[in-house]
């Protein structure tokens, strides 16, 4: 055999061996040999590929020693979007969940289903794409549809398969997975972060993102990262029945998979399942703040449904927050952009569930007055969801006298201008246009990653902006110059060019993420997108009715009122035209082949199991073409959407004479002219 070949198939039993070796260590927390041993394999491996590079291999274990700097983090689009999931807090909530999809399912309320329960890791989460068993991309989850490109990061870590094991594997597949920070090394994590005088991470679940996004692979080489893998999103060539068979799967693979989960008949499975992980909660070696419960049976959760963002046949069940005493120092009050004031609790520092906590939110007046809460109390807080502090309950027991009431000022404590309350509302509001503090939160939310993503313009640097006099609106954002970036305190050459570039790459954002970026109240991301579909430009939106408005489902009184009168607003109409000669918005894309929207303001039912379609692209190409879902059938229905095992869905369409229409002549429709 040539020497070449030779090195060559040394190379391929070196990486096969590392690769198992991983394996072993990193998922099954089983090692066959010694960490010297391992070393030695190692190091023989890398010094073979630094005399020949070109043999090595695209799934080489070395690469996962940090590659090359990022300049920035690239979008990439999920191919099947990464759901969120509906909450249950309580027995009953999950009860009502399990009624629902029986109802969705059409099942006797006397049938148990079949479900899924595993931990509800508290870390990031990550789409990871495998084509032929080869990793080629790992995304954030991002806004669902798109996340952030940290392949070179998650190449790094060791319980993430660069190719999958086995021999059997998808053409192409998405998985879905949770990476995460244990408790142990975060704690360590942090004490190096101090000991180099570096500000401390809050928690691991912000440990864990702020390693995987860092700029240099190397860096996140070094951070003890783990990867849990539960879940799928696009496959394509390989048939999954259930969600229990997918993590045995999984773990066949090559990935972590959790080890506790457990396949349960109805709720009162669930239940026992929930109880045993409570009891064992504070010694697991890694954050949960519940258990996801997912219909076993991956076509009854396709036959459940989806509504806006979440899949009906899945629900996190979450744990009560965690809770601990404090007291309350002082009682500061901030400025929302919408001018709302909100008075916020400075306590003294307590851990709760992993974080310390400072401050907690008291929401509003009538909060503060119905819960009695004063300056000086002893207080039982928590983190509702395991996130944001808020005070639960004052305890009067412990009082001393000395507790001072509090009342939100009557004028704005930022800009000194009057503040009002409308009869219907909770909200305190300063009123005045040119305040400072409303002025900063509008800039942080117009920057913000899911708006026109402006890298790099975080809060200290508009604190600077606006408090410097260079932006006191919109537009003036869009005018900076290299001067007024260098006067700022910590810029330099570098950072003031990074800065700039990062303005001018946000001037032709996509036109729904440009009218979230607006801050119009009650309008969200996923409203955004739907104003942006149906309008299609800003001209159109802002010269719109609020009966158009309201042509939209997701859109109903409140949120059309609140459009008409931001646009009719002459403040707002004057910085709007003046921003829109800085920035371009996108209009959407239209489905390649569609002539139009064929199923404007038409309602359809889905129901049964269509031959090719899943639910989720039934739904697509039904929104896409200006139509809506709905989950029952009624004589306002346009027409009920067929597919085998159609139970009283179809039935009652029937007995109505709403019209009923196979897969086939659904998509036929679609082809056809606009109806």
């Keep these: ?268 499975d669930v239940f026992k399942f929930y109880h045993e992980i409570q009891e064992i909660r504070s010694r697991l070696p890694f954050e949960i703040d519940g258990i996801v419960v997912k219909l076993n049976r991956l076509r009854e959760v396709d036959q459940a449904g989806y509504i806006a963002r979440s899949p009906r046949g899945m629900i996190a069940f979450k744990y009560p927050p965690r809770q601990e005493t404090t007291t309350i120092e002082d009682i500061i009050v901030q400025v929302g952009r919408t001018g709302v004031l909100t008075p916020v609790a400075q306590v003294t520092p307590v851990r709760i569930g992993g974080a310390t906590v400072r401050r907690a939110t008291l929401h509003n007046q009538d909060e503060i007055d119905r819960k009695d809460i004063r300056i000086g109390d002893r207080v039982l807080i928590q983190r509702a969801g395991d996130v944001i502090p808020e005070v639960v309950k004052v305890i009067t027991a412990v009082r001393t006298g000395k507790e001072k009431k509090f009342h939100l000022p009557k004028v704005c404590p930022v800009c000194g201008a009057a503040v009002e309350r409308k009869e219907d509302e909770a909200a305190v509001r300063c009123v005045s246009r040119s305040c400072g503090a409303q002025l900063k939160e509008r800039i942080r939310h117009l920057a913000s990653l899911d708006a026109l993503n402006i890298e790099g313009l975080g809060d200290r640097i508009v604190e600077q902006l606006v408090d410097a006099g260079l932006v006191n609106n919109y537009s003036d954002l869009f005018n900076l110059k290299n001067e007024h970036v260098l006067a700022l305190d910590g810029f330099a050459e570098k950072s003031t060019q990074k800065l700039l570039e990062a303005i001018e790459r946000a001037k ?95 309602t359809v039912v889905l129901t049964g199991t269509l031959p090719s379609l899943s639910r989720t692209e039934a739904t697509r190409l039904i929104e896409e073409n200006g139509g809506k879902t709905a989950s029952s059938v009624s004589k306002k229905t346009s027409f009920v959407l067929a597919g085998d095992d159609a139970g009283s869905k179809l039935q009652k369409a029937k007995d109505l004479g709403v019209q009923v229409l196979s897969e086939d002549q659904f998509l036929e429709l679609l082809k056809s002219s606009p109806v």
């Excluded at 949120?559 to 009719?568: G, R």
């Design 1 to 268: 055999m040539p020497q070449s070949e030779k090195i060559a198939q040394r190379i391929q039993e070196l990486t096969a061996l590392i690769h198992h070796h991983d394996f072993r260590y990193y998922v099954l927390d089983d090692p066959e040999i010694s960490d010297s041993a391992y070393d030695a394999l190692f190091r023989e491996l890398q010094a073979l590929e630094k005399q020949f590079p070109d043999l090595r291999l695209s799934d080489s274990p070395t690469l996962r020693v940090g590659g090359s700097v990022l300049g920035q983090f690239t979008k990439v689009s999920h191919r099947v979007p990464m759901l969120s999931l509906a909450n249950a807090l309580s027995e009953a909530e999950f009860q009502e969940f399990d009624q629902r999809v029986h109802r969705f399912l059409e099942r006797s309320d006397t049938e148990s289903l079949e479900y899924h329960a595993e931990l509800k890791f508290d870390g990031l989460s990550l789409n990871l794409t495998y084509e032929n068993g080869s990793l080629i991309s790992a995304a954030t989850r991002g806004d669902g549809e798109s996340g952030e490109d940290v392949t070179q990061n998650v190449r790094t870590i060791r319980s993430v398969p660069l190719k999958l094991r086995g021999k059997v594997v998808p053409r192409l597949i998405e998985i879905r997975g949770e990476v995460i920070l244990p408790i142990e090394d975060f704690e360590k994590l942090n004490r190096q972060q101090i000991g180099a005088g570096l500000k401390p991470f809050a928690n691991p679940r912000n440990a864990a993102a702020g390693s995987l996004r860092q700029l240099d692979p190397s860096i996140t080489a070094t951070r003890p990262l783990a990867l849990f893998a539960y879940g799928l999103g696009f496959v394509s060539d390989f048939e999954i029945k259930k969600m229990s068979d997918f993590q045995e799967k999984l773990s066949y693979w090559g990935f972590r998979v959790g080890e506790w989960r457990r396949v349960c008949q109805g709720p009162d």
């Design 508 to 602: 032709k954002p996509e036109l729904n993420r440009f009218i979230y970026a607006l801050g119009i109240r009650h309008v969200g991301e996923k409203t955004a997108k739907s104003l942006a579909k149906q309008f299609g430009s800003m001209e159109s939106l802002m010269n719109a009715s609020e009966q158009d408005y309201e042509k939209i489902h997701e859109v109903g009184t409140e949120i059309s009122k609140s459009l008409v009168q931001y646009f009719a607003d002459r403040q707002n109409q004057t910085e709007l035209l003046e921003l829109l000669r800085w920035i371009h918005p996108q209009s959407p894309k239209r489905p390649e082949g569609a002539a139009g929207l064929k199923l404007l303001g038409r």
